[in-house]
């Protein structure tokens, strides 16, 4: 990584907790990155708030405010580039980045998505595993390319579905591994580095 710590941009959509794990995990030196700004896509979310409370900037930056989601991305872009990210980790951000993003942050660009790449792709990875009937689902890291989705794989963690689970309570589920899976990992590129070799990703320079 060029800076030590690990310069990080955080985007949200939501609640937050994942960014939050990031943000207590930061607060120890030796994980060896820190979230120097987190953007969002929406106002008056909990994901902002947590930020807040921590002292760290915030932007928002609207798909409305723009006359094009070219336009937008473009904006987004120009956010996220001031404040020089060695990673960006998009952590419950609801919205595909485009062309623009992809041309700056590509390949330094991780998203956590709620269910076992390539498995259930899309909005509703925990709907979608309870749905299907699968017994094991999961999280999983990945190095955000153009696809929904479909990047290339750097971490993966499984839970189990219990009988008795609805949407929310397998979400849960999965929410307490993925954001277990996202500190051990991110940190690990941090400290690390990582290298990806088309589909492989490997930690460690
Ligand atoms: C997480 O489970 C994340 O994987 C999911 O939203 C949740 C955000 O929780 N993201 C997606 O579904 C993206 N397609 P949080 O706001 O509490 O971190």
Known sequence: MPSSPARLVVLVSGSGTNLQALLDACADPAYGARVVAVGADRDDIEGLARAERHGV????????????????????????????????????????????????????????????????????????????????????????????????????????????????????????AERAMLVDTVGRMAREGFVVDGRRVRLGG
């Open 57 to 176: 900037p915030t932007f928002v930056t609207k798909v409305g405010q723009f006359t094009s989601r070219e336009h937008w991305d473009r904006a987004l872009s120009d956010r996220v580039a001031a404040f020089e990210p060695d990673l960006v980790v998009l952590a419950g951000f609801m919205k595909l980045v485009g062309e623009d993003f992809l041309a700056r942050f590509g390949g330094r660009t991780v998203n956590t998505h709620p269910a076992l790449s390539p498995s259930f792709p899309g909005m509703h990875g925990p709907a979608d595993a309870l749905a299907y009937g699968v017994k094991v689902t999961g999280a999983t890291l990945f190095v955000v390319d153009a696809g929904v989705d479909t990047g290339a794989i750097v971490a993966q963690t499984a839970v189990p579905v219990e009988d008795d689970d609805d949407v929310e309570s397998l979400h849960e589920r999965i929410k307490a």
